[in-house]
Every structure is written in C-alpha cells, then in structure tokens.
C-alpha cells in the first residue's frame, strides 16, 4: 500500500460518508493536540541495554467528518502524527558501530475510522469511541545525547532512516493499531478531548536490537466541529 493509495483510501471513506449524509446528517472538524509518546519494545536476547525506555513529546493535528447515526456517529478522519521515544539505537561513523542513547522521532499520515457513541447533557456533548486505524511512515531520524566510548559528540549528525521491510531499512512503512478517545463538545462546536493510539503492528524493518517494536501515543486535543 502506498502513500497514494493511503489518500485514496481516506477519500474513499469520505465518500462513503458523503453517500450516506443524503440520509443522515454530516459535520467536519478539525482538531489538534499534545501529549507524550513512546514504543512498547521487546529486546533482542543477546543485547545488553543499560537505559531504560522514556517519552517524548507527541502531536496529532488533522480533520475528520462524522455521520451522525441516533446516538452514534461514524468518523473517518486523516491526521499527521508525531511519535517516537528517549530509547537506545546503533549509530555509525563509517564502517564503525556504536550504541547510542537519544531521541528517536517517527512522524505518520494516520487514517483511522472511529465509531463513537454521543451522550447529550444540557447543551454540550459527551463523546466516548475509538477504532482501527492504519498509518504510513513520513520521516524517522535519531538524534544521540551520548555514545558509548565517546565523550563528545556535539557534532554528531541525526541518524536518518528509510521506511521499507529489507534489513537495510529502518522501519516498515505501514503500521496499524487501534485508538480511543473520549471528551466533550460545548453546543458551539469547541470541543476537547484525551486520545490513546495503541499500535499492534512491529514497525522495526530488522530485529537486531529488538525483537519487536510498538508505538504508543496518549494526547489531549482541542478542536471544532463544524455546524
């Protein structure tokens, strides 16, 4: 699946969207928001890692439309994410490898279809939902804060990687998971809410360091809903 046919699969959603607004009702909005991210990773058996895994700082930004269906509605959306984590990764110079601790950045075009289930209090909206969603690779790159054997290291370039599923890419190009979110939208379309991303996929290309790698990605959001 290509970035293209990821577009094509978004737009597709829209118009089956569109198709049934002729029957029920349609709103856009958009959103954004922060949080933190990091990976769930399973360590391969015969690497030492002294460091443990931390967060780092995650986005989502992007639109959605929601078909509304009685109490339900059904919102395809499309949003650019940023995930990552403080983890341990191998760095060269040359031909020479070393075991390098910094930030690893993952950005994502992310389509997920989310049924969520709308409960009316007063004049605002109480939302709570989620569903699959599928992603494609943009961009990953490493950046170390220290290199075993070396004392300095200000002039060390970001490691970049290639998406792709050969051993001499970095990570697979395609990820898919499950996300979940739940919040409030006031009666004039402002609305916030908190959102979890749960990835079920490995996203690393080779299993040298890692048997497997998972994202993770919890995020609070502020955004408007269209009337």
Not at 81 to 100: L, M
Request: hydrophobic share 40%; glycine share 12%; with cysteine.
């Amino acid at each position: 699946m290509s970035l293209i046919r990821l577009l094509l699969l978004n737009c597709l959603l829209l118009v089956t969207c569109t198709a049934l607004a002729q029957e029920k009702p349609i709103n856009f909005g958009f959103r954004a928001g922060a949080g933190i991210a990091t990976l769930s990773r399973g360590v391969a058996q015969d690497i030492g890692i002294a460091k443990k895994d931390k967060p780092v700082a995650g986005f989502s930004a992007g639109a959605y439309a929601s078909v509304t269906l009685g109490d339900f509605s059904l919102q395809p959306a499309i949003y650019y994410i940023a995930k990552g984590a403080q983890t341990t990764e191998d760095v060269y110079s040359g031909d020479i490898g070393y075991r390098a601790y910094g930030k690893l950045h993952l950005s994502y075009l992310q389509v997920p279809l989310n049924f969520i289930y709308n409960i009316k209090i007063n004049d605002g909206t109480y939302f709570i939902g989620g569903g699959p969603y599928v992603s494609t690779g943009l961009k990953a790159s490493f950046k170390p804060s220290s290199i075993d054997g070396l004392d300095k290291i200000d002039n060390w370039p970001d490691t970049q990687y290639t998406f792709g599923n050969t051993d001499t890419d970095g990570f697979k190009r395609f990820e898919y998971g499950i996300n979940m979110l739940a919040g409030y939208r006031f009666y004039n379309g402002l609305f916030f809410n908190g959102g979890f991303d749960l990835g079920l996929t490995n996203i690393r290309s080779q299993s040298y360091l890692y048997k497997s790698s998972k994202t993770r990605l919890a995020v609070i959001s502020l955004g408007y809903q269209l009337p």
